[in-house]
């Protein structure tokens, strides 16, 4: 762990799941989440620690469930309404941020000029030098693919020191820990062993961009009150993914 002066990161992304901020067992935006979550990462983000967080969608929205037969929806559109509803959630986020206090950015992948930026890898960087935390909305503005395979190919854009993944369980487990009581946890895993194991953590085109670039993965569960800044502290927490 870093000292006060010396942050154990200098960038990362902190990838949290549109469900964070979804009412408790529900779906949609509940604004009580969205400012718990808002007021750890704006603690996270005093130890000085640039911090670009890409949110999820799937509180409102994902694209594959429409995925039935006569579901009348291409996949393709489906997953651009996915990816609409992370900009609802970013826009959400910036306003609970910037009420406790912190300097926010939303970036789009998907140009929304009158409700955010566009996100342009220099600006991004700008913007994290200038101490703000961005918000990456809108995935990688691509479709078939989920907000951890952007937030992966950000970290690598933006030369991250380190992917966060913040979820509701205390890290990798070999099952479902909430169905499955003999579930075994790993606090540290190799990417090979995710892929070979087929853990389910992650989307594997995500687990895989981070392999090929040796980009560190820490997986921990952002419902216990301070995890998001001891994971942004660089605390041992969670699991760790890497190649050791
Ligand atoms: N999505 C997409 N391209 C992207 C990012 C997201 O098509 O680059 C769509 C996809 O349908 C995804 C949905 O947006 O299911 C919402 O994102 P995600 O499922 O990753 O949200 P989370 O599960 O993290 O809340």
């Known amino acids: 762990m870093a000292n006060e002066t010396t942050p154990a990161f200098k960038r990362l992304i902190l990838k949290i799941s549109g469900e964070a901020i979804a009412p408790p067992g529900g779906r949609g935006i509940s604004m009580e989440s969205v400012v718990s979550i808002a007021k750890q990462v704006q603690a996270a983000s005093l130890c000085g620690t640039q911090i670009a967080l890409v949110l999820g969608g799937g509180n409102i929205l994902r694209g594959a469930q429409f995925m039935t037969q006569g579901a ?4 393709a559109t489906a997953h651009y309404m996915g990816m609409l509803a992370t900009v609802m959630n970013a826009l959400a986020m910036q306003d609970a941020l910037e009420s406790v206090g912190c300097a926010t950015r939303v970036m789009t992948a998907i140009r929304m000029d009158g409700v955010a930026e566009p996100y342009i890898r220099r600006r991004a960087l700008h913007h994290l030098e200038k101490g703000r935390v961005i918000i990456l909305a809108a995935g990688i503005g691509s479709p078939f693919v989920t907000t951890d395979t952007g937030a992966a190919q950000r970290a690598l854009e933006l030369e991250a020191d380190i992917l966060l993944k913040a979820t509701k369980v205390d890290g990798v487990y070999s099952s479902d820990p909430v169905t499955d009581p ?43 009150e301070g995890n998001i800044e001891k994971a942004v502290r660089g605390e041992n927490i969670g699991t760790l993914i890497s190649n050791f």
Do not use: S
């Open 72 to 75: 009348h929806i291409h996949e």
């Open 182 to 224: 003999e579930a075994l946890f790993y606090p540290q895993l190799t990417y090979d062993e995710v892929l070979a194991k087929h853990l389910k953590i992650m989307d594997q085109g995500a687990v895989t961009k981070c392999m090929g670039y040796d980009l560190p993965i820490r997986v921990f569960n952002y419902r216990v």
